[in-house]
């Protein structure tokens, strides 16, 4: 059997397998929002938090998706690095304009529950502020990859910065363990923390985002390989 | 339904809703832009 990364390292058998794959995990991705919305919306309100609840069924996952959407881009960035692989360095491309929205989607949602939870929008919590250096990791990576005309040095630059930006990540962890912090600890990882009428609204969204992530990585790296394969073409057509 | 709180939930489900449509919008208009365009090119 051949391992699944070492299959879709062949462009084509990716794009083969990407073309159903990406609607088939859209689809899932919207059924399981459909049902994760509804018991979101329909949960009773929280003894403390009131109705502002229903803000975490969007906010954890999108705060979870931001760390693992960068853990993808740290591996495909190191793939793309020591391998030279093009469609590792599209997947790294793709993974960093996705992230950078659901690391947008985790600072404004967190901000929207903060101000009346907390009383203010934003505090330099080291939680919030470790996310939003993710965040600028993200801006970077992206930044950089768009200031270097020459595809091979932009790749090459912007994998060692995804890669410094991976120290970010257990910090962003570990943040309400190693500091006073004013964020909870992680409520998902405690077992019995959550009820189950919350628990399952939360996991339904997460398993949504992630599928949703599925899909639009997939669809975003056949749009890198598009772009790659037209500028070949288009420097064919000028040679000629 | 959500009460009180409704001025933070709803924005936050709108700005939610929004981010999605333009990743989606945008990923899907990056594909088809560069399929159509390495089609054309391929058949020069």
Redesign the interface.
Known sequence: MIPAPAFLANPERFMAFSRWAAPLFGAVAVLLAIGGLWLG?TAP?DYQQ???V??MF??VP?AIMSMFVYACLGVASLLALVFRHVLADCAAQAAA??GT?FT??AL??GS??G??MWGAWWVWDARLTSVLVLFLFYIAYLALRASIDDEAKAARAAAILALVGLVNLPIVHFSVYWWNSLHQGSTMLTKGALAPVYAAPLYLMLVAYLA?FGS?WL??I???V??R??EA??L??ARA | MAGKYAAYIWPAYGITALTFAILIAGSLAHARRWKKRAEDLARK
């Open positions: 919306l309100e009131g109705a502002t229903r803000i969007i906010h999108a304009w996705l929205g947008f989607l404004v949602t929207l529950w101000r009346p949703g639009l669809v975003r056949r749009g890198e598009w772009r394969r037209a073409a288009a064919r057509v």
